[in-house]
């Protein structure tokens, strides 16, 4: 199993650009998050899917959009970056019960002029 | 200025020594608690979990201890390997079933190193 897999691995992105992270799990993992994660902070949820069709908010969701239409992919989008956007982002996943370990895919850094 | 946020917890000890790590948690709701690795330029690592029905629970080279009282968690780290430098977080469940399955919250971490 390839585990947890994002792409890209770096962007720079221009402020008001658009652009989409990819986030990929081959363990039929029900659940998948993103998190960003600035210097020097721990991570800070931005949404989570507890399977496809179904995603919630969680802690810092302005400014993003997720969608998952199959069990395998998370993407997030980012409509209009902003340089607060500035930020290292994780994927991750785990099985349906609830408290149960997340794996974290390798992480997208991304940055915004 | 610098952030705050910049400032980092760091723990330095040489080879061989152990190690603990604290971390003081929010909510005396959290029913489950893990402590990640975090390796530069590296997605965070799984090192060991706790529910809150323990007080304690043993991996190889590393125990997580809970005290539900004080509302702290720590990783002790037995004969810490220069390989083991990297950010330790605690991160906790808060509980309460539902929609909060699998929503962690991430202490700030604390930088380990490990001298030769």
């Known amino acids: 199993n390839a585990g947890v897999t994002q792409t890209p691995k770096f962007r720079i992105l221009k402020i008001g650009q658009s652009m989409t992270l990819q986030c990929t799990q081959d363990?039929?993992?029900?659940?998948m998050y993103w998190y960003r994660q600035d210097p020097g902070m721990g991570l800070k949820l931005i949404y989570y899917s507890v399977g496809a069709g179904i995603t919630d908010k969680g802690e810092v969701p302005n400014g993003y959009n997720v969608s998952r239409s199959t069990t395998e992919d998370f993407p997030l989008r980012l409509e209009l970056a902003a340089p607060s956007q500035t930020s290292v982002y994780f994927c991750?996943?785990?099985?349906?019960?609830?408290?149960?370990?997340?794996?974290f895919g390798p992480g997208t850094r991304l940055l915004v002029l | 200025g610098e952030s705050v946020g910049l400032h980092l917890p760091t723990l330095s000890v040489q080879e061989g020594d152990n190690s603990i790590i604290n971390c003081a948690y929010s909510n005396s709701a959290s029913d489950y608690f893990i402590w990640y690795k975090q390796e530069s330029g590296k997605g965070p690592q799984f090192i060991i979990d706790i529910r809150s029905n323990m007080d304690k629970r043993q991996g190889q080279r590393v125990t997580v201890l809970l005290n539900k009282t004080v509302k702290h968690l720590s990783l002790q780290i037995a004969a810490t390997q220069p390989g083991d430098s990297a950010v330790y977080f605690c991160?906790?469940?808060?509980?309460?079933?539902?929609?909060?399955?699998?929503?962690?919250?991430f202490g700030q971490g604390t930088i380990l190193t490990v001298h030769p």
């Open positions: 363990m039929n993992h029900n659940y």
């Open positions: 991160a906790e469940n808060k509980g309460g079933g539902g929609t909060s399955y699998g929503k962690l919250t």
């Open positions: 991750a996943s785990s099985y349906e019960t609830g408290g149960e370990t997340q794996y």
